[in-house]
């Protein structure tokens, strides 16, 4: 008897630990080949973008050539679309740099893109004020009109859809992505709009969708809706008096 109670007063002791669900990223920190992504994928910087990283890398000093390794990935992301492992490989070689570091730098900085994602990479934000102001429809919105759902691809080709965390612009809540261009207090109409606009061929003007000029209050301005006052509004009369001429030196 003794004992049970002793194991009963062990376990009503004990303390109960909760813990949120834990996120993984849908990436992979380790590549694995496929027909498309592999060592042989054909990747050639173009000219243009050659006489680019020839003028970064000459913005650091000799031997630190691999400060450039961000800006040179950018670039050949910019060029298709995405990184493939053969483009790591080249930055590799014209940073003389090892591959491993750009292993690394790409694994780390979720604005790589190491898999094909669309034409137009459409990120919708779901942290909390975007979720707030009802993140939910506009990604639901998101996936029906790019046919395709978060962490795929269209079967055209045309859109791909990840989900991000801040993008910066929690004032202008909800927003959504397409590659560089932000489109800020969007509604389910808006979404479909933009989707439609970029299948054909258009660009839908970036910003704030609801009218409003950037950040500004979306009741209306709050302040400032006076004229300023002039120069010297405020000061002593005695300070606005002009300062007498002084007197010529005797001779």
Aim: overall charge neutral.
């Amino acid at each position: 008897m003794l004992s049970i109670k002793g194991v009963f007063r062990k376990i009503t002791l004990t303390r109960g630990v909760s813990s949120t669900m834990k996120l993984c990223s849908e990436e992979l920190n380790v590549h694995r080949d496929s027909e498309d992504n592999n060592a042989k994928t054909p990747f050639e910087f173009t000219e243009a973008n050659m006489t680019r990283i020839a003028a970064l890398v000459q913005n650091y000093p000799e031997g630190a050539e691999r400060a450039a390794l961000g800006a040179c990935l950018d670039i050949a992301q910019r060029q298709i679309g995405w990184v493939p492992i053969s483009a790591m490989h080249k930055v590799a070689e014209i940073l003389s740099v090892p591959r491993m570091r750009v292993y690394e730098w790409a694994t780390f900085y979720t604005m790589n893109k190491r898999r094909f994602r669309g034409k137009f990479n459409v990120k919708v934000c779901i942290t909390t004020p975007c979720m707030l102001r009802g993140s939910d429809s506009i990604l639901s919105a998101v996936e029906q009109a790019t046919c395709c759902c978060v962490g795929s691809v269209s079967a055209d080709g045309l859109f791909g859809v990840d989900t991000v965390q801040c993008q910066g612009a929690c004032v202008n809540a909800p927003m959504i992505v397409v590659d560089d261009d932000y489109y800020e207090d969007v509604d389910v109409c808006d979404v479909y709009n933009i989707i439609q606009t970029l299948r054909c061929g258009g660009i839908p003007p970036a910003g704030p969708q609801n009218g409003r000029f950037a950040s500004e209050p979306a009741c209306g301005l709050t302040s400032l809706q006076q004229c300023p006052p002039p120069p010297g509004w405020g000061l002593q009369q005695a300070l606005l008096m002009p300062c007498p001429c002084p007197t010529a030196p005797r001779s």
